[in-house]
């Protein structure tokens, strides 16, 4: 039976006794309860999980010499080529360090290498530095950005970047990768693309915002066009002095449709010499004011049949997912620590904590990535039956024990919608590993609402 077709009463009914073991997708499975303990599992199969129909393999391990290839570690988010060439073969992730870089796994062969880095390490002034960001963009090319931006009072930093690799299924040798400055400066972590291929992005740090970039060339077939001319917004709920607020929002421009900085837009110039807007700095003035939210930091779109979309947004320090309808542009708190626990029926209270990365199944589950240390994280899943975007429950479908780590990047692989990937990141034995997490293959007959790879699921009720 499958789960988000139960009402809540009988869905926590069914998790208290077990009910979900040997279901047929990520959805099947039994919520679990307290923690795993930091080190009771093996570093190459680490998380507990939640179904015995689960399995795990590690196909990526760090080598901490770097005798064969460039491998700074702490890897962070993954995509697959979603289009194009080869269209999902290769799983990129990228290395949240003081000398960044981008790692290509091909998933027929489990080779892993990596195609770009850093020429320095931080500071220096060709450095690139903590790459977060891991999106496939429309066109078919990688995006990727530096989490890692300076504060007002502080001196300019060089980072606050993002960065598109316009051919990365070419060797290492010939990789191109570009600095899209059209975007103001931030601390990036998740980005998103709408249908219209609007693209969100946040500032990862408290009282910081969320932004939204509306391309001139919405359609390009390139970055160059679809970089080159552009609107950036800032997110405003109501009147934008209530941190976190919910209800009706506006997006209220930092930039004219070209992407130049409006009149009285904080304007600054790097240690390189070049110019930007400096997007931590400029929503907190009267006339650009945004809505702040306390460390946002991951995204998610999911589409319904009808073509409404939810973008959601972790926000790490007060443990609160939102959801904003695009359609109408009205935030929600998704998820929280008063949403109730599925496998007991309370509210989750302090068990979940510090939500920081997302991730979307192909039934349109949303999954919340925990950032604590092993031994106590744990991968939630949420369970919203009727899309309006308020969770009725969440659930522990996974927990690490890897000492000293975290989880990040969990991807559902929109080709094998029973595979994903999550890395485990900074464990104490400096061995990054990206987990395969298989499910047993779908049913085929659960009807045509399931397993659509373009991300359109149930009706909203509006």
């Known amino acids: 039976m499958m789960l988000k077709k139960l009402s809540l009463a009988i869905g926590l009914a069914l998790a208290a006794s077990s009910a979900f073991a040997g ?54 988010m993954h995509t697959v080529n979603e289009n194009g060439p080869e269209a999902g073969r290769f799983l990129f992730t990228v290395f949240e360090t003081g000398q960044a870089g981008i790692q290509r ?18 500071p220096a002034l060709d450095s690139h530095k903590s790459f977060d960001a891991s999106r496939w963009t429309p066109w078919g090319s990688f995006l990727t950005a530096e989490e890692s931006w300076s504060d007002p009072a502080g001196p300019t930093s060089i980072y606050g970047r993002l960065f598109e690799v316009t051919n990365p299924l070419a060797d290492p040798a010939d990789i191109e990768i570009k600095h899209r400055d059209i975007l103001p400066r931030v601390s990036h972590e998740g980005l998103a693309f709408d249908k219209d291929n ?38 405003r709920v109501g009147d934008g002095t209530v941190e976190e607020a919910t209800g009706e929002a506006t997006w209220v421009p930092l930039t004219d449709i070209s992407g130049g900085a409006l009149p009285g837009a904080v304007v600054v110039t790097d240690p390189n010499g070049l110019i930007a807007i400096d997007g931590r700095a400029t929503p907190n003035l009267p006339a650009f004011l945004g809505t702040n939210f306390d460390r946002p930091e991951d995204l998610e779109i999911k589409t319904l049949k009808n073509g409404k979309q939810l973008l959601f947004v972790a926000t790490t320090t007060n443990h609160k997912v939102f959801s904003i309808d695009l359609r109408n542009d009205v935030v929600k708190l998704f998820a929280s620590r008063d949403t109730l626990d599925m496998a007991t029926g309370a509210p989750v209270g302090a068990t979940f904590s510090s939500p920081d990365n997302l991730a979307i199944d192909a039934d349109g589950n949303i999954y919340i990535v925990e950032d604590q240390p092993g031994g106590v994280e744990d991968l939630w899943f949420a369970k919203d039956d009727n899309n309006d975007g308020v969770a009725e429950a969440i659930g522990k479908w996974a927990s690490l024990s890897t000492k000293g780590a975290e989880s990040t990047g ?22 990054d590993r990206t987990i395969m997490i298989t499910a047993p293959c779908p049913n085929k007959d659960e009807g045509e609402d399931k397993h659509d790879h373009g991300h359109r699921y149930g009706q909203d009720k509006d």
Do not use: C
């Open 198 to 235: 609007n693209l969100y992005f946040i500032d990862e740090r408290n009282d910081s915002h969320i932004f939204k970039f509306t391309s001139m060339s919405p359609d390009a077939t390139n970055g160059d066009e679809f970089f080159a001319k552009g609107q950036t917004f800032v997110l």
């Open 23 to 76: 279901g047929t997708s990520f959805e099947d499975f039994t919520p679990m309860t307290g923690d795993v303990g930091a080190g009771t599992l093996p570093e190459a199969a680490p998380y507990k999980l939640s179904s015995p129909h689960f399995s795990q393999m590690t196909i990526v391990a760090r080598d901490v010499t770097q005798a064969n290839r460039f491998d700074s570690g702490n890897y962070d």
């Open 410 to 431: 969990l991807y559902f692989d929109k080709f094998k919608p029973n595979v994903a990937y999550v890395n485990v990141q900074h464990p104490d034995s400096k061995v």
């Open 105 to 122: 796994t091909d998933l027929r062969t489990m080779q892993t290498t990596t195609i770009w880095h850093s020429p320095s390490a931080s």
